[in-house]
């Protein structure tokens, strides 16, 4: 996390070993998660969305320009700064990977399940091997959490969700009315169940919705 520098990644500002403790300082983001926000004020008006989920964007493509994948996108993890920036946060599932191309080439495959149910993406849950296109996906259903209040399947508890999403037949929820032709393609988009057609962060950051 130190070697990272964006506007939308959280600052790692230090260390600190006293008494056999670890203490890891990292930038003050006095405006709480998007998802205490949501739970305070409600879903999030459109031209709203579209300023965050641009920022999302942004923060993500950097990580994984920088062969870093987060593996835990979601609400709880997008803070908010009082100016409006986004800052990505809580990196302890992130991982590196090995080589620098954008092919999803075998070394750059990482297998072990990391993250939040409503959140994963099929490969993460069915441990088939995935990378940055993983994080395309918890990015759909964080928009989908910020529009409507809660992500996809939350009406389902967390297994049946896995469950749900790992079996690759059931269609994903759309996001519903009013929201406009533009929002409901990106999330769409995102939540493409193969994640060698899913688009990248940069494709995304071309997007009529953002």
């Not at 600052?11 to 998007?34: A, K, R, W």
């Not at 993460?124 to 259903?141: Q, T």
Request: charged fraction near 20%; include cysteine; aromatic fraction near 8%.
């Amino acid at each position: 996390l130190k070697t990272l520098k964006h506007i939308n990644i959280v600052t790692y500002l230090g260390t600190c070993l006293e008494d056999n403790m670890l203490s890891i300082f990292m930038e003050f983001v006095p405006g709480g998660s998007i998802s205490s926000i949501i739970n305070r004020f409600g879903p999030l008006p459109e031209v709203v969305l579209c300023k965050y989920t641009k920022q999302i964007l942004q923060g993500v493509a950097y990580l994984h320009d920088n062969r870093v994948v987060h593996r835990d996108i979601k609400g709880n993890n997008v803070m908010l700064m009082p100016n409006g920036i986004v800052k990505l946060i809580d990196f302890g599932c992130a991982r590196r990977l090995a080589w620098a191309s954008l092919s999803g080439t075998r070394s750059e495959v990482l297998r072990s399940v990391h993250g939040t149910p409503y959140w994963m993406a099929p490969e993460v849950i069915n441990e088939s091997g995935y990378g940055r296109k993983s994080d395309i996906w918890s990015i759909g259903c964080t928009v989908f959490e910020m529009a409507t209040g809660k992500p996809p399947l939350a009406s389902m508890g967390r297994i049946a969700a896995m469950f749900y999403i790992g079996a690759h037949r059931g269609l994903m929820p759309s996001l519903p009315e009013p929201f406009s032709s533009p929002a409901v393609d990106f999330v769409h988009a995102c939540l493409t169940r193969d994640q060698h057609e899913r688009p990248s962060a940069l494709q995304l950051l071309d997007h009529p919705f953002v």
